[in-house]
C-alpha cells in the first residue's frame, strides 16, 4: 500500500506522517508512524513508500499527522474521526494506492 496525503498545514521541517491499526504504518504508536515525503514540484501532495500491510483484515483505520521531520515528539493529529480505508482482496490486486486530503474526510482507495 502506497499513501498519497494532500496537505498544505505544514510548516518549513515538518513532515507528513501516517499512523494507525496496521503495524506497517504504527499499530497507532506516532513514534512509528509511517513518513511521507514531497518536493518542491509536488507539495502540497506527500507520499510514503510502499509499506506491506496484512491482507486481513482488509479495513484499515488511519490518521494523518504533521510533525518535525526526523522525530516523533510534538505532532499535531488531524482533527475529526479516523479514516477509514477499504483495502482490495490481496488475491486479486497486489498493491493499492490510498489517497486524502488534510481536513477532509474522504479517502479513495485505487
Known sequence: VKFAITCSATNPGECVYVVGSAPGIGAWDPAKALPCTTTAATFPV???????????????EFKVVVGPEGKKEGMRWE?????????PDASKKKSASVSCTWGRGEVSVV
Open 79 to 87: 482533527g475529526g474521526d479516523n479514516r477509514v480505508a477499504h483495502l
Open 46 to 60: 506527500w507520499t510514503s513508500k510502499d509499506v506491506e500491510l496484512p491482507c486481513e483484515p482488509r479495513r484499515l
